[in-house]
């Protein structure tokens, strides 16, 4: 029996890995054919009548181990100078700006139509109003670099933001003066948390000789994580701190802090551990995919009855969107469609204790969300890519080779 489930996970590891590399080719986004894989292992079990234990209770562990991984490898993908100084500002406000209004808005929608408190609305809020990094930076693989670029900067501001904002929304009992006070002080003692903690981890990943390193940093900064979970505080925080220290060593060399760390040894491991935390989300997204595609009922596909909400919260999350594009003054085509949700809207959804969970967004809205939207998406970079192959076609009409 063991043969066979080391055998299964390692076969479904590498249609993974498949599904990753025919994505340049196929424009289909890999996350939907795991979620499609998963579903169709759960009816053949069904079918066969296999005994398969209930992987429910594996999702928040794989989804926080994911998020952690998400967030440090596009932290270490953010660059931190002069010249990105236009895209980090149109990014952070993309980013951020839709997620307060989203969230609050239908919120308030939620709270005044259905009389459900603002802090409970704003929770079961939050979750929709966070785009996946995890799904929309494969994705644009085949942009244009600055338009690449700016889905890699706003995935990744979106998740770190949003999950910033969750914690806000689920501390405490009510949203209260003395809520917002507590959490700014939990808010600045993280990150002298994490000044600290990545500085130490960013000496041990220069100091360390042994032939095991990258390991034993990734193991202490989920441990960092947690033990922040613990004690309430927004510990995402400390992740993209660590992962932006990382990926901007060169640009802090002239910190006196930094005189003593071998900055060219630096360099060369910062790429190494990269490549790993690269390797290590890769397994980890898959595995989670698969399980939530397994998990997932067939009824809460074609549920009509939470289509309608899944539909209202997509035309919110685009047209807020489509303002926010405009106001920035970035191009409509592709970027308007890239918004998909994904990972962390199932894990914050998932974090929502049981009693503070709304009737009406259930399991059913998140799963239709997510693969709308992924779709979406999807139509959105194919046609971007047929523009893109039309005027290289016209380029090389008007510049024939001689």
């Given at each position: 029996?063991?043969?066979m489930?080391?055998i299964g996970?390692?076969?479904?590891?590498?249609?993974?890995?498949?599904?990753?590399?025919?994505?340049?080719?196929?424009?289909?986004?890999?996350v939907?054919?795991l979620l499609?894989?998963?579903?169709?292992l759960n009816?053949?079990?069904g079918?066969?009548?296999?005994?398969?234990?209930?992987?429910?209770s594996?999702?928040?562990?794989?989804g926080?181990?994911?998020?952690?991984?998400?967030v440090?490898?596009?932290?270490?993908?953010?660059?931190?100078?002069?010249?990105?100084?236009?895209l980090?500002?149109?990014?952070?406000i993309v980013?951020?700006?839709?997620?307060?209004?989203?969230?609050?808005?239908?919120?308030?929608?939620?709270?005044?139509?259905?009389?459900?408190p603002?802090k409970?609305?704003?929770?079961?809020?939050?979750?929709?109003?966070?785009?996946s990094?995890?799904?929309?930076?494969?994705s644009?693989?085949?942009?244009?670099?600055?338009k690449?670029?700016?889905?890699?900067y706003?995935?990744?501001?979106?998740?770190?933001?949003?999950?910033?904002?969750?914690?806000f929304?689920?501390?405490?009992?009510?949203?209260t003066l003395?809520?917002?006070?507590v959490f700014?002080?939990?808010f600045f003692?993280m990150?002298?948390?994490?000044?600290?903690?990545?500085?130490?981890?960013?000496?041990l990943?220069g100091?360390?000789?042994?032939?095991i390193?990258y390991?034993?940093?990734?193991?202490?900064?989920?441990?960092?994580y947690?033990i922040?979970?613990?004690?309430?505080?927004?510990?995402?925080?400390?992740?993209?701190?660590?992962?932006?220290?990382?990926?901007?060593?060169?640009?802090?060399?002239?910190?006196?802090i930094?005189?003593?760390?071998?900055?060219?040894?630096?360099n060369?491991?910062?790429?190494?551990?990269?490549?790993?935390?690269?390797?290590?989300?890769?397994i980890?997204r898959?595995i989670?995919?698969?399980?939530?595609?397994?998990?997932i009922q067939?009824e809460?596909?074609?549920?009509?009855?939470?289509l309608?909400?899944?539909?209202s919260i997509?035309?919110?999350?685009y047209?807020?969107?489509?303002?926010?594009l405009?106001?920035?003054?970035?191009?409509m085509?592709?970027l308007?469609l890239?918004?998909?949700?994904g990972?962390?809207?199932?894990?914050?959804?998932l974090?929502?204790?049981?009693?503070q969970?709304?009737?009406?967004?259930?399991?059913?809205?998140?799963?239709?969300?997510i693969i709308i939207?992924?779709l979406?998406?999807?139509i959105?970079?194919?046609?971007?890519?047929?523009?893109?192959?039309?005027?290289e076609?016209?380029?090389?009409?008007?510049?024939?080779?001689?």
């Open positions: 029996m063991a043969e489930i080391i996970i390692s076969v479904l590891l590498l249609v993974s890995y498949f599904f990753d590399i025919t994505t340049r080719f196929s424009k289909v986004p890999s939907i054919l499609l894989t998963g579903w169709f009816q053949i079990s079918l066969f009548d296999f005994i398969i234990p209930n992987l429910n594996l999702l928040p562990i794989l926080t181990i994911g998020l952690i991984l998400i440090l490898d596009g932290s270490l993908e953010l660059e931190l100078n002069r010249s990105k100084k236009s980090i500002n149109k990014t952070i980013a951020l700006i839709p997620v307060l209004i989203i969230g609050i808005g239908f919120a308030t929608y939620v709270h005044y139509e259905w009389g459900f603002f409970q609305s704003l929770e079961n809020i939050i979750p929709f109003c966070i785009i990094s995890a799904i929309a930076i494969p644009s693989i085949n942009l244009s670099a600055s690449r670029e700016f889905v890699i706003e995935s990744s501001l979106s998740d770190i933001l949003g999950v910033i904002f969750f914690n929304a689920t501390f405490g009992t009510a949203i003395s809520s917002v006070m700014t002080w939990q003692l990150l002298i948390i994490s000044v600290v903690a990545s500085l130490i981890l960013a000496f990943l100091k360390i000789d042994h032939h390193k390991g034993p940093i990734i193991i202490l900064t989920i441990l960092i947690e922040s979970k613990i004690y309430h505080l927004p510990a995402l925080i400390f992740i993209l701190f660590f992962g932006l220290v990382l990926g901007n060593i060169d640009e802090m060399k002239h910190l006196k930094l005189k003593s760390f071998r900055l060219t040894k630096m060369r491991e910062v790429k190494h551990f990269k490549d790993v935390v690269v390797e290590a989300t890769f980890v898959s989670f995919f698969l399980v939530f595609g397994f998990v067939t809460d596909i074609i549920n009509p009855e939470s309608v909400w899944s539909v997509l035309f919110f999350v047209l807020i969107r489509y303002i926010m405009k106001l920035a003054k970035m191009e085509s592709p308007l890239i918004a998909p949700r990972l962390i809207t199932i894990l914050l959804f974090a929502i204790a049981p009693e969970r709304i009737p009406f967004i259930n399991q059913s809205v998140i799963v239709q969300v939207s992924t979406i998406m999807m959105g970079v194919l046609f971007s890519n047929k523009e893109i192959k039309k005027v076609e016209q380029l090389a009409d008007e510049h024939p080779k001689i």
